[in-house]
């Protein structure tokens, strides 16, 4: 589900960062005033700007949802991820832990190797 979830993110990102720079500025509508040729495009003359709106509110709904869902994701972990992890656990649980060697204690120092 997770990679799913990313995928879509990702997706969704490039798509919402394509359709920004489609879209024209708010200076652009003034040269479609004086006829530089809009209204002849595939959506009409106001029909591309309803269209890209739309589409970037769409595409940002969806990268919200998705951004959402990573953060629930990644905050409430489950217990366990695959069947690797619970055989390493178990792996883990079953090894004796090696006993602490104390300061004053000369097994594991290198001090026995040192001639004098």
Do not use: C
Request: proline content about 4%.
């Amino acid at each position: 589900m997770e990679i799913f979830v990313w995928v879509i993110h990702v997706i969704t990102a490039i798509v919402l960062v394509g359709l920004v720079l489609m879209q024209h500025g708010k200076g652009a509508d003034m040269g479609a005033a004086f006829g530089t040729g809009s209204a002849g495009s595939v959506f009409g003359s106001s029909g591309s700007a309803n269209f890209l709106s739309r589409s970037t509110a769409v595409a940002t709904g969806i990268f919200f949802i998705t951004s959402m869902s990573l953060t629930y994701i990644y905050a409430n972990p489950s217990q366990s991820h695959g069947v690797m992890d619970k055989h390493e656990v178990s792996k883990a649980a079953q090894t004796p832990a090696a006993p602490a060697s104390t300061p004053g204690d000369a097994t594991g120092s290198k001090s026995q190797e040192i001639p004098k």
